[in-house]
């Protein structure tokens, strides 16, 4: 199977996402008391690569390594970094810190069983990722925990963000941006889900529009509010 116009969105959203997760990461340096800056540097960073193995596989075609980084980084890791930052906003540090051990250690034991689990490949594409091709297809019982994390905790952040800004309204842009930044780093995981099914060219749409909303969201956030010199800091900024 050739590649076709589609399979290409993969290289636009990794050049994209290498700026934002700098952005994100030169804000947490000045702010280093901020985690949730750093989960989110971490997430787009994370995100980066696995655009960038769908971009390879799309321009050099499938391989072994290149389809676990994958799996790993997508579909296990999902948005789940992203949504640590919430965590970090809305527990307390002790909480958080719990639940990065726990979330750590998840995945850590499902990417050795990705890493581990034999390739069929009667099932293996020229130009596309599935999991599919995981003989061990077991071991994709493990990704729809991680999104369900992740899609709990960014709609949450997105729900308190609305009920703490909406009602001011210098400070209502605020609740514009969570909603954008929750609704761009949910979209992958309803990408993931296509791919469960064999549309993995969903998934690079979704990628792609979901990187820009999120990155629209988060300039919105910090921008600073109208009559205050302070710059504002949102949920997420």
């Known amino acids: 199977m050739s590649a076709s116009l589609v399979h290409y969105?993969?290289?636009?959203?990794?050049?994209?996402?290498?700026p934002f997760a700098l952005e994100i990461y030169r804000r947490y340096r000045a702010h280093p008391e901020r985690l949730h800056l750093?989960?989110?540097?971490?997430?787009?960073?994370?995100y980066g690569v696995g655009t960038f193995t769908e971009a390879?596989?799309?321009l050099i075609g499938w391989n072994e390594p290149t389809f676990r980084a994958w799996y790993i980084s997508g579909a296990l890791l999902g948005g789940a970094p992203l949504a640590q930052g919430t965590v970090y906003l809305l527990l307390g540090k002790r909480t958080a810190h719990?639940?990065?051990?726990?979330?750590?250690?998840?995945?850590?034991?499902?990417?050795?069983?990705?890493v581990l689990?034999?390739?069929d490949y009667s099932q293996v594409e020229a130009h596309r990722l599935t999991g599919r091709v995981l003989e061990?297809?077991?071991?994709?019982?493990?990704?729809?925990?991680?999104?369900?994390?992740?899609?709990v905790f960014l709609i949450g952040g997105a729900i308190l963000s609305a009920l703490r800004y909406s009602a001011d309204p210098s400070t209502r842009h605020r609740v514009y941006a969570n909603v954008l930044i929750a609704t761009g780093a949910i979209l992958p995981g309803i990408g993931g889900t296509a791919t469960r099914m064999?549309?993995?060219?969903?998934?690079?749409?979704?990628?792609l529009v979901g990187l820009i909303l999120t990155w629209m969201g988060y300039r919105m956030s910090v921008r600073p509010v109208q009559g205050n010199r302070r710059t504002a800091v949102s949920l997420y900024g």
Request: no cysteine; hydrophobic share 60%; aromatic share 14%.
């Open 9 to 18: 969105l993969p290289i636009v959203t990794t050049i994209l996402a290498v």
């Open 198 to 207: 064999g549309y993995v060219e969903v998934l690079y749409v979704t990628e």
């Open 56 to 58: 390879t596989t799309t």
């Open 136 to 151: 061990w297809q077991w071991v994709r019982a493990f990704s729809p925990v991680v999104n369900l994390y992740a899609v």
């Open 38 to 46: 750093l989960w989110w540097a971490i997430g787009i960073a994370t």
């Open 117 to 119: 689990s034999p390739i």
């Open 98 to 114: 719990l639940l990065t051990t726990l979330l750590i250690g998840y995945v850590a034991v499902a990417s050795v069983f990705v």
